[in-house]
């Protein structure tokens, strides 16, 4: 299988996401599909590695259905390796990608894996907030109704961000507040025109 077929199968059927393993956290790569598509996946755990288990057992309105699932740095490998097809999924596999670079910045331990400090962790979360946002369904939220002017930091997944993005993401707001100012919809401005009447 080669990776271009890969990455259409995951862009359209598959899931990157980050779960939380006991007291640390790994990416989950993973693609659903029914019992016809069972080649597919046996194909991909062939070239790749990973495990294809049963997800649901046939009934008279639907087929059985099985799931590829990989995990860990081969998942962060093949997820680097396919970004370049990927479209749909794109958003979170920069996402996997960047929490990737988290986990091999921490420290090894010979008997327990990475060591994962608190801040670690707390980045970590973080990247799951980002990633299920990259991967949430149904219609976009409505954006809030924001004055004019361009804030100076801007609040989302418990941490604080650069109002405009790089070409790479979100940017870590390290610049500093005002001393007098006002936060809508997690958007911090210092004092606007409008409230100084």
């Known amino acids: 299988m080669n990776l271009q077929y890969a990455a259409g199968l995951i862009d359209g059927e598959g899931y990157i996401g980050i779960q939380r393993s006991g007291g640390s956290y790994q990416v989950r790569l993973k693609v659903s ?28 309105l639907r087929r059985e259905s099985f799931t590829w699932t990989l995990t ?34 921490l420290e090894r331990s010979p008997r327990r894996g990475r060591i994962w400090t608190p801040e670690a962790l707390d980045r970590a979360a973080m990247l799951r907030e980002r990633i299920q ?14 004055p004019p002017g361009t804030p100076i930091a801007v609040y989302r997944w418990g941490w604080w961000w650069e109002p405009e993005e790089s070409l790479l993401g979100p940017v870590e707001f390290t610049g500093q507040f005002p001393q007098c100012g006002v936060m809508i919809s997690g958007h911090v401005y210092s004092t606007p025109r409008w409230l100084e009447r």
Not at 73 to 93: H, T
Not at 133 to 146: H, I, K, Q, S, T
């Open 33 to 60: 599909m029914s019992d016809k598509g069972r080649p597919a996946l046996d194909s991909l755990a062939a070239t790749f590695g990973g495990k294809v288990n049963a997800d649901r057992a046939a009934t008279e």
């Open 72 to 105: 860990g740095e081969k998942a962060c490998a093949l997820i680097s390796a396919l970004r370049p097809y990927l479209l749909v999924k794109g958003p979170a596999a920069d996402v996997a990608l960047e929490f990737d670079r988290l986990h091999r910045s």
């Open 133 to 146: 946002e990259a991967n949430r369904r149904g219609p976009d939220p409505e954006p809030p109704n924001l």
